[in-house]
């Protein structure tokens, strides 16, 4: 049975200065193809994994320190960023509940990006 897109929804940790907590907001979505993987199998769940990290980078601004902020908040804006891309991620792997997926996710390498 063909695999529909996964869609992934990021969410962005925003942190006000006036406010010690953190609102998550939505600030992108996107298509992933998986059509040509069957992600019950570890290799596929592999590949599915890192076509997920890569369109969570994109969707969450890509290189940190190409953003505006970076240069006032060099650590904050990594760390939002980061936090980005791990949220997405785990949304995307929860979403999909494969079982190979969760398992390729659970052994990935950190992305530090």
Known sequence: MPTKPLLILLAAAV??????????????SVRV????????????AAQALGRIRDAAYLACGGDAKRHRTYEEAPR???????????????RAVYGARAPALDRAHATRAPDDR
């Open 76 to 90: 904050h804006t990594v760390r939002v960023f980061r936090e980005c891309r791990e949220d997405a991620l785990l």
């Open 15 to 28: 942190t006000s200065h006036a406010q010690a907590a953190t609102e998550r907001h939505l600030i992108a």
């Open 33 to 44: 193809p998986l059509a040509d993987l069957g992600v019950s199998a570890e290799p596929d």
